[in-house]
């Protein structure tokens, strides 16, 4: 049982280049988030979604797009990376909403230079 | 001011110690909180899980909340080596939204 796993651990693009996140969930989860972890930030959530075809903005979802296909897969695309988006990126699945827990990834390391 | 608030730290306590953790939050409408725990290059993993007022033990770990000062705790008794992470502490109401606090760096020497 896999969890919730993301895909690429690590990335390094420069400013301007285009990247496309993945995030999988094998628990059948209804919602899933995306958010980004940055130093004295804590957890600010991205954009999520509750469930296949539905997608929603979250606190900072500027210059981020997602989409949600197919249940188990939740995308986030940056178009133009900017330097302000270097970050660690982790996505989180829960079955249903806050009452129940969200699982998190291993997170993506994401430098824009 | 910050929907939750978190002291950073980092605390540092010997092995054995009992290791207090706090976060304050603004709205009373939060009905659900979490304590998250991260280790170094991971992801957060769900700690301990509170619905509205009161203690909650698991172990080691106790877990309380007073909503009439909009406080919430995470003590670990007996803290380990191994306990040396980010505590991150998180709150909800709604259906969808959980709000994380900054976290707090824990290192237990041993």
């Known amino acids: 049982n896999a969890g919730v796993t993301q895909t690429p651990k690590f990335r390094v693009l420069k400013t301007g280049q285009s990247m496309t996140l993945l995030c999988a969930q094998d628990?059948?989860?209804?919602?899933m988030y995306w958010y980004r972890q940055d130093p004295g930030m804590g957890l600010r959530l991205i954009h999520y979604s509750v469930g296949e075809g539905t997608t929603a903005k979250g606190e900072v979802p500027d210059g981020y797009n997602v989409s949600r296909l197919k249940k188990q897969n939740f995308l986030l695309g940056l178009e133009s990376a900017a330097p302000s988006q270097t970050s660690v990126y982790f996505c989180?699945?829960?079955?249903?909403?806050?009452?129940?827990?969200?699982?998190f990834g291993q997170g993506t390391r994401l430098t824009v230079v | 001011q910050k929907e939750v608030e978190q002291d950073p730290g980092p605390l540092s306590v010997p092995e054995g110690a009992i290791v207090s953790l706090n976060c304050t939050y603004s709205?009373?409408?939060?009905?659900?909180f979490m304590w998250y725990r991260q280790y170094s290059r991971k992801g957060p993993e769900l700690l301990m899980y509170t619905y509205s007022s009161g203690n909650k033990e698991d172990g080691r770990f106790t877990a309380q909340v007073d909503k009439s000062s909009k406080y919430i705790s995470l003590f670990i008794r007996d803290s380990q080596p191994s306990d040396s992470a980010t505590y991150l502490c998180a709150v909800a109401s709604g259906t969808y939204k959980y709000i994380f606090g900054t976290g707090t760096r824990l290192k237990v020497l041993a």
């Open positions: 628990m059948n989860h209804e919602y």
């Open positions: 709205n009373s409408a939060f009905q659900y």
């Open positions: 989180a699945s829960s079955y249903r909403g806050v009452g129940t827990e969200a699982f």
